[in-house]
């Protein structure tokens, strides 16, 4: 059989490596795929070879796509890209090149990970770990390295198997103006609350005065005047440190102060308040709750949140229903919940009630006030516990609040 030898100058013949077959069938098989990779390059059909950083053997090509649609990527305002299972870049457009300031030939093939912010790399690579769920959208927030940019969105979706060796598709949204001008926008009712309130509370202080005599006795009309500026004046107070209460949780400066509490006690303390307003709508409240239940909870703050909660029961619950609250124990959670025999709440409106300044109509809206603000707090304080809030109702029916707080 015919050998086939490779010799350098310099080399002695004993220590020339003998090729055997296979190798040299392997061999001709890697020269016949670089020829028709560039063969590919010449013709336009491959835009560039990657090679794998964590894999320098694993070459991948990238083909071309359609004109139109290269165009329309490189015209995005996003950053838009595509990345192997290992998050590999294989494809990225040039908006991120100006997002990272770093050239195109210094991101194609790096892994994407490298790109974001340390404390954000952990988040990242779970979101980009394979889910087996083609076309469907996980995204989360963080920030970039580069002092330009701090603040993006990425949204990842996996590709349907058989894309090459594309697994998923990366878009990489510039969200840094948008934190600032909600930033800025919580500064400012911050701002302007406090402002309002000052005024306002004096405008209290005079009108209560005139009506304990500080300037001597009142004729009955003129009482009556001054009662309702009074309590339009409360009103307005009460609007104002409902935003400010709310500019302050957005801002992320409200801080917890927990402390263990049993739960049935809790309860009833809340209860005493709503007494009077349910006897005279007649309404039933039922409260089954183990005396042995503790939570670990911020006690004002929670108390607003199922206060809200037990109200919106009453107000939308015609007089003479029954309203109930439980709560059970699993291994991880306290679960509360509060239920009413009310109007109800269509399904399509069930994820705006948690909207702030959100009121959504129903057969009792007209003869409720309120400032659409209520279950907003509720649910950032039951977040803000490392709980979770969830909703069911039907229309006409009644509606259960499920709150779950962790052990």
Known sequence: MKKQVTTQPGIRADAVHVLGEAETDELRMRLQEAEDTIEAIRRGSVDALVVSERDKHQIYTLTSADRS?????????????????????????????????????????????????????????????????????????????????????????????????????????????????????????????HQ???????????LGMLLEGYAGDLEESQKAFISTAYNSNEKQLGIIN????????????????????????????????????MLMREQILIATIDESIEVEVDLAEISVALANVIENASKYSPNGKQISISARQTTKSIIITISDQGVGIEEANISKIFEKFTRVDNSMSDTVNGSGLGLYWVKRIIVMHGGKITVKSTLGTGTDFIISLPR
């Not at 198997?161 to 600032?180: F, H, P, Q, V, W």
């Not at 400010?244 to 949780?249: C, G, N």
Request: glycine share 4%; aromatic share 6%; net charge negative.
């Open 196 to 206: 309002l309130r000052t005024p306002a509370t004096g405008v209290k202080q005079y």
């Open 242 to 277: 409902s935003i400010l209460r709310t500019a302050q949780i957005d801002s992320g400066v409200y801080k917890l102060k927990k402390s263990p509490q049993n739960l049935a006690a809790l309860i009833d303390m809340l209860l005493v308040d709503f007494q009077p307003v």
């Open 69 to 193: 649609y290269r165009v329309l990527i490189e015209s995005m305002n996003q950053a838009a890209m595509t990345i192997a299972e290992d998050g590999t870049i294989l494809y990225s457009n040039s908006q991120f090149s100006r997002m990272v300031d770093k050239p195109l030939e210094n991101i194609i093939g790096a892994c994407l990970i490298a790109f974001v912010d340390d404390k954000d790399q952990p988040a990242l690579t779970a979101l980009i770990k394979p889910m087996g769920i083609n076309l469907v959208t996980r995204e989360m927030e963080c920030s970039l390295p580069v002092e330009a940019l701090t603040s993006v969105l990425i949204s990842a979706t996996e590709l349907p198997s058989g894309e090459a060796n594309a697994y998923m598709s990366i878009i990489i949204t510039d969200i840094t103006e948008l934190k600032r001008g909600d930033k800025a926008k919580d500064e400012f009712i911050s701002l302007a609350s």
